[in-house]
């Protein structure tokens, strides 16, 4: 059975950082593409980062650029999203998910496991 567990969410002041991760059981990072998505309040599910099963290829959306960094522990089957300079806006619940395929898919469709969130509030 697929389990995707985030965990490493909080509330912190503006400019400060987070690290979330997120730890799988019944199926392997390193095969698959992993993803992070956020939902902000009364909005729609994003994708903010992504690696590729093919390691050392990552994908993020500008938004998120030189101030978000997604890495995988193929050790210990665990993806990370190290989250710096954060802002009110990057205020939400967070998922980890994951999809097949040759490159990173952009759509959360094409996710098929994920985790139940881990929440994150940045405060002024």
């Known amino acids: 059975q697929v389990q995707l567990v985030e965990s490493g969410g909080g509330l912190v002041q503006a400019g400060e950082s987070l690290t979330l991760s997120c730890a799988a059981s019944?199926?392997?990072?390193?095969?698959?593409?992993t993803a992070w998505f956020h939902q902000g309040p009364g909005k729609e599910r994003e994708l903010v980062a992504a690696?590729?099963?093919?390691?050392?290829?990552?994908y993020s959306v500008d938004s998120v650029k030189g101030r978000f960094v997604i890495s995988r522990d193929d050790a210990a089957n665990t993806v990370y999203l190290r989250m710096n300079s954060l802002t009110p806006e990057d205020t939400g619940v967070y998922y980890c998910?994951?999809?097949?395929?040759?490159?990173?898919?952009?759509?959360?469709?094409?996710?098929?496991?994920w985790g139940q969130g881990t929440q994150v509030t940045v405060s002024t």
């Open positions: 998910a994951t999809a097949r395929g040759m490159m990173i898919p952009k759509t959360r469709d094409d996710y098929a496991y």
């Open positions: 690696i590729s099963w093919r390691a050392g290829i990552t």
């Open positions: 019944g199926l392997t990072f390193s095969d698959l593409n």
